[in-house]
């Protein structure tokens, strides 16, 4: 019999210990305790958080809503509900009902609020394993080649981009290179006809201070070289034996690597190594491993259902401490990056980068950026008539005191001098802060806690529990950012003694109107 990773070790005795403390059962209903406040399941249904005052039916097996998921529920009482498979909840009738086809629904109360539930699921379910991605990715902004360039990405535009980022006055950091810089879709060399020099261009960006990030996909484009050898090793995903799967995507359709199969694992994980070896890249931004492409009637190497399917993607990223995905099935406490999904430029989708940030968090996601600054649907950007630019400002601000914060579009290019010097001022505070953000992130990693929080979280029995539009960094900085139009907002002060960011000190708990000028982000440290 083969031996246990010890980390993996950890985890089958801390289930273990779960299943000998807690009832487990398939279907369970639990009434819900008198102000009640629920949060977990996706990350996207962030906004609808917390549940349990309005009715709500949610099946997460096989669909992670375009990003973050995971089969847990925590409560602002103590109480959670967790499963190794995917489970389909309700809220209806002052009670929350659970269903798991078989599998066990293991529940309880460790302690009495929304800390105390989610610490005792992160250390029984998904222990830190105390590692973080690369820092590179919280002690600077990132910048993202997809608006400018889409899907023309070419040495000649990525280093205009690189270069305008520096000259503009913002800091160099790591520079995501995106979809279309590959030959094919698991051809995975740089496209000779628009990377005359890729090599070159690295040790360019470089020089410039970005580390740099490739796009990368789990799919292959069929009959090329690489779809055929693979095709021998029986590397895809089949409709029948012999027979690959061609998998519909947003980019047509593909075959689709079946990384259950050692030999799919070894390959994709091998060419990753190779441009690394060979061009100096630092790191990858592994996309498109939503559950939904993972149809359970495929044939694949592992009998594993299409959640565990889209783990095995997540876990490529492992290797890489540069690494980001967008979707991501568990491997909670593990450093790995988590992106919210893309945005619209409009201010109802400003608006849920914040709790859906939150709802990241309490899934076991540390590491979690926000969408691309102003949104990342990049057809937003191509009218200049039709940007707001005091919510590119705004979307700045609300990234800046987050764990990450991550450009695509030019802010040069889209706003005039007043809201670009916003835009440059908002970057400039989180340069300030990065130091402490440093030291937040390696306290996550040892704890297991989110970096970004809820209010709720960190005051319990404050009456926060659906506040959706400021949070924590950390138990001591709270951050209020404008994500309405507008120059004034309410903030509500939690016990204890605050100062702003203009230097007022006010004694908690309050309620303050600020005027928030373009320029301010409103934020709190407690004293």
Not at 193 to 202: Q, V
Not at 421 to 448: D, H, N
Not at 503 to 517: M, Q, S, W
């Amino acid at each position: 019999m083969r031996a246990l990773h010890p980390f993996c070790l950890g985890l089958a005795l801390a289930a273990a210990a779960a299943c000998a403390q807690n009832t487990a059962q398939s279907e369970l209903k639990l009434d819900l305790l008198p102000g009640e406040a629920w949060w977990g399941g996706a990350t996207t249904l962030g906004s609808q958080m917390p549940f349990g005052a309005a009715p709500l039916a949610i099946n997460l097996h096989g669909d992670n809503r375009g990003n973050q998921y995971a089969p847990l529920l925590v409560s602002s009482k103590g109480r959670y509900v967790w499963s190794d498979k995917a489970f389909a909840f309700a809220f209806k009738d002052r009670a929350l009902r659970v269903t798991s086809a078989g599998n066990a629904l293991l529940y309880g109360q460790p302690g009495q609020n929304l800390r105390d539930a989610y610490r005792h699921a992160s250390k029984t379910f998904f222990p830190s394993d105390g590692k973080l991605p690369d820092l590179a990715l919280f002690a600077a902004p990132q910048y993202n080649t997809w608006i400018e360039l889409m899907y023309d990405q070419n040495q000649r535009d990525v280093l205009k981009y690189a270069h305008a980022i520096v000259d503009n006055g913002l800091p160099p950091g790591v520079l995501m290179i995106d979809d279309n810089w590959q030959e094919d879709y698991g051809k995975w060399n740089f496209h000779p006809g628009r990377f005359s020099d890729p090599k070159a261009m690295i040790q360019e960006l470089h020089a410039l201070g970005f580390k740099v990030m490739l796009w990368v996909c789990p799919f292959v484009s069929p009959d090329c070289d690489v779809y055929r050898a693979l095709s021998k090793k029986k590397a895809f995903f089949m409709e029948k034996p012999g027979d690959p799967a061609m998998v519909a995507w947003w980019n047509g359709k593909s075959a689709m690597l079946d990384l259950s199969n050692p030999a799919a694992k070894a390959w994709l994980t091998g060419e990753l190594a190779r441009l690394q070896k060979d061009y100096g890249v630092d790191g990858y931004k592994l996309d498109a491993g939503d559950t939904p492409f993972y149809k359970e009637s495929y044939l694949a190497h592992e009998p594993l259902d299409s959640d565990g399917h889209a783990g095995r993607f997540g876990e490529i990223g492992l290797a890489f401490p540069l690494n980001e995905y967008r979707a991501c099935w568990k491997l909670a406490g593990r450093p790995l990056v988590q992106r919210l999904r893309d945005k619209n430029h409009t201010w109802a989708d400003l608006g849920k980068l914040v709790p859906d940030l939150t709802a990241a968090g309490l899934l076991g996601y540390a590491f979690v950026c926000p969408d691309m600054i102003g949104g990342g649907e990049f057809q937003s950007f191509l009218d200049l008539k039709a940007i707001d630019q005091d919510l590119v400002v705004r979307s700045a601000q609300t990234h800046a005191l987050a764990p990450m914060m991550q450009f695509s579009v030019a802010p040069w290019r889209v706003l005039d001098a007043a809201h670009l010097a916003a835009v440059k001022q908002a970057v400039a505070l989180r340069m300030r802060f990065t130091p402490r953000i440093l030291k937040l992130a390696e306290a996550s990693a040892a704890s297991g806690e989110p970096m970004l929080r809820h209010m709720a979280y960190v005051f319990p029995g404050g009456g926060y529990e659906n506040v959706k539009d400021q949070f924590m960094l950390g138990d001591d900085l709270l951050v209020a950012p404008m994500v309405t139009p507008g120059t004034a907002r309410t903030v509500l002060i939690p016990q204890g003694r605050w100062k702003a960011d203009d230097g007022r000190v006010t004694e908690g708990p309050a309620e303050l109107t600020l005027d928030v000028p373009l320029p301010r982000l409103p934020y709190f440290e407690r004293q």
